[in-house]
Nanobody
Framework: QVQLVESGGGLVQAGGRLRLSCTAS????????MRWYRQAPGKQRELVAS??????????EAVKGRFSISSEIRDSTVDLIDLEMNSLNPEDTAVYYC???????????????WGQGTQVTVSS
């Protein structure tokens, strides 16, 4: 079972920056869509940013201009996506989750994979 693993979370002061990364525990044959979600205490999980296989990106209004999603977007890889977060503010405090829609092997169906999440805490 492929696992997605996030890294790079932590505690940062308001105005600071962090870079999150997401890797797979095993080589994934092909990835079709990759996203970052976040969930703050007492709130629903929300989409932060996404990147498609053709490189198109989308961002939530709350993070536009501050966050940047990136990926090499290549097959047979364990390196999936990064999220560069700048000008962080306390409202960005949440658990950040990596998501990938992918084929593990060529003959498998496209499945959704989630990471366990990494905590980002922004102090004021």
């Amino acid at each position: 079972q492929v696992q997605l693993v996030e890294s790079g979370g932590g505690l940062v002061q308001a105005g600071g920056r962090l870079r999150l990364s997401c890797t797979a525990s095993e080589i994934i044959f092909s990835v079709y869509n990759m996203r970052w979600y976040r969930q703050a205490p007492g709130k629903q999980r929300e989409l932060v940013a996404s990147i498609s296989k053709d490189g198109r990106t989308n961002y939530a209004e709350a993070v536009k201009g501050r966050f940047s999603i990136s990926s090499e977007i290549r097959d047979s890889t364990v390196d999936l996506i990064d999220l560069e977060m700048n000008s962080l503010n306390p409202e960005d405090t949440a658990v950040y989750y990596c998501f990938a829609s992918a084929k593990y092997v060529p003959w498998s169906d496209v499945r959704d994979y989630w990471g366990q999440g990494t905590q980002v805490t922004v102090s004021s």
